[in-house]
């Protein structure tokens, strides 16, 4: 099955959208639907009210945005020239990190504000080497602003974004002031229609203090699961394995290849500035480690071992949707 996905062909882009039904047919079969309250955010509070009483839909929604998220995420890596031959590994293990376990299923935040995480990662990379770039620049602060508007700790994104930038380009003040400018912006207009509805108080200063870190937040860490470990051993993979996979690469994909790993490092940090630290939050991982994996696992001379190794992750993925009690 992963040979299907070492070719950047379009007909084999559209068959991880089966993939994602497969690997999250869980949720098609027990849907599930997350409680949400005034700490999770207006956005997050509309749309799963207006859905919950159809969490097939919810399901449903949240494979198609999974889907697209996994095809952006190969949009990035082979318009960017992130691989030295251009293949869909990094979406393919982006629907796998984001289904590892049982509690990533439903549709969450996370999942939600990736779309704008992503859509400012692009708009982001595209700034190398271009003069009159100040649109994308804009837009990257802004989408970072409108992902922390649906889960708050993706506001910490800020700075990795700052610092990208400054890879990139010879950042000059004004752009610097550009992209902090597209942040406010969008908080400003964001306060503004909560303001207008009567509800500043509900969903913008009571999300904004609830999710900023305090020591209880580790009360309600229990335990370390399997799919804990297995993302753990992934990030000590792609950090041992740095230099490895930025060697043979241009400046550019190298420099964009920093990006990802400052993500990857703020990623730990983020997760503090939310009300409840759970399982769900080793997801603002994805995005950066998919992509890495992808490339790790593509270098992979012997094909069989690399196949041996997405089976295994798929089965134990299954496991722990439908028997959970096995693994944990």
Same mark, same amino acid.
């Not at 060697?247 to 997760?271: A, E, T, V």
């Given at each position: 099955?992963? &040979?299907?996905?070492?070719?950047?062909?379009?007909?084999?882009?559209?068959?991880?959208?089966?993939?994602?039904?497969?690997?999250?047919?869980?949720? +098609?079969?027990?849907?599930?639907?997350?409680?949400?309250?005034?700490?999770?955010?207006?956005?997050?509070?509309?749309?799963?009210?207006?859905?919950?009483?159809?969490?097939? +839909?919810?399901?449903?929604?949240? !494979?198609?945005?999974?889907?697209?998220?996994?095809?952006?995420?190969?949009?990035?890596?082979?318009?960017? =020239?992130?691989?030295?031959?251009?293949?869909?590994?990094?979406?393919?293990?982006?629907?796998?990190?984001?289904?590892?376990?049982?509690?990533?299923?439903?549709?969450?935040?996370?999942?939600?504000?990736?779309?704008?995480?992503?859509?400012?990662?692009?708009?982001?990379?595209?700034?190398?080497?271009?003069?009159?770039?100040?649109?994308?620049?804009?837009?990257?602060?802004?989408?970072?602003?409108?992902?922390?508007?649906?889960?708050?700790?993706?506001?910490?994104? !800020?700075?990795?974004?700052?610092?990208?930038?400054?890879?990139? /380009?010879?950042? /000059?003040?004004? &752009?610097?002031?550009?992209?902090?400018?597209?942040?406010?912006?969008?908080?400003?207009?964001?306060?503004?229609?909560?303001?207008?509805?009567?509800?500043?108080?509900?969903?913008?200063?009571?999300?904004?203090?609830?999710?900023?870190?305090?020591?209880?937040? +580790?009360?309600?860490?229990?335990?370390?699961?399997?799919?804990?470990?297995?993302?753990?051993?992934?990030?000590?993979?792609?950090?041992?394995?740095?230099?490895?996979? /930025?060697? =043979?690469?241009?400046?550019?994909?190298?420099?964009?290849?920093?990006?990802?790993?400052?993500?990857?490092?703020?990623?730990?940090?983020?997760?503090?500035?939310?009300?409840?630290? &759970?399982?769900?939050?080793?997801?603002?991982?994805?995005?950066? +480690?998919?992509?890495?994996?992808?490339?790790?696992?593509? /270098?992979?001379?012997? =094909?069989?071992?690399? &196949?041996?190794?997405? !089976?295994?992750?798929?089965?134990?993925?299954?496991?722990?949707?439908? =028997?959970?009690?096995?693994?944990?």
């Amino acid at each position: 099955m992963l &040979e299907l996905y070492r070719q950047n062909l379009f007909i084999n882009s559209l068959l991880l959208l089966p993939y994602t039904i497969l690997i999250r047919i869980n949720t +098609l079969i027990y849907p599930q639907t997350l409680i949400i309250s005034s700490q999770d955010g207006w956005l997050n509070h509309q749309l799963i009210q207006a859905l919950y009483s159809y969490p097939r +839909l919810q399901a449903i929604l949240c !494979i198609i945005l999974v889907f697209l998220q996994a095809v952006s995420i190969n949009y990035i890596v082979n318009t960017h =020239k992130l691989t030295m031959r251009p293949h869909l590994l990094g979406g393919l293990f982006y629907i796998l990190l984001v289904s590892l376990h049982y509690d990533f299923l439903p549709l969450s935040p996370i999942i939600l504000a990736n779309v704008f995480i992503l859509i400012a990662l692009i708009n982001l990379m595209r700034t190398y080497r271009v003069t009159r770039i100040s649109g994308s620049i804009f837009n990257g602060g802004f989408f970072i602003a409108a992902a922390a508007s649906i889960y708050f700790p993706y506001i910490i994104y !800020i700075f990795p974004g700052y610092i990208g930038l400054l890879i990139l /380009r010879s950042f /000059r003040m004004k &752009e610097r002031l550009q992209f902090i400018t597209g942040a406010i912006v969008f908080i400003y207009l964001y306060f503004a229609a909560l303001y207008y509805l009567g509800l500043d108080q509900l969903y913008f200063f009571n999300y904004f203090t609830a999710n900023l870190p305090t020591l209880d937040l +580790l009360d309600s860490y229990y335990g370390i699961m399997i799919s804990s470990l297995m993302v753990a051993v992934a990030v000590v993979a792609v950090v041992v394995n740095y230099y490895s996979l /930025r060697k =043979k690469k241009s400046i550019q994909s190298q420099k964009k290849i920093d990006i990802l790993y400052w993500l990857m490092i703020f990623g730990p940090i983020s997760i503090l500035f939310w009300h409840n630290l &759970e399982y769900r939050s080793l997801m603002i991982l994805a995005i950066p +480690l998919s992509v890495m994996i992808g490339m790790l696992i593509y /270098r992979i001379k012997n =094909k069989a071992i690399a &196949e041996l190794i997405h !089976i295994a992750v798929v089965i134990f993925v299954l496991i722990s949707h439908f =028997k959970p009690d096995i693994l944990y």
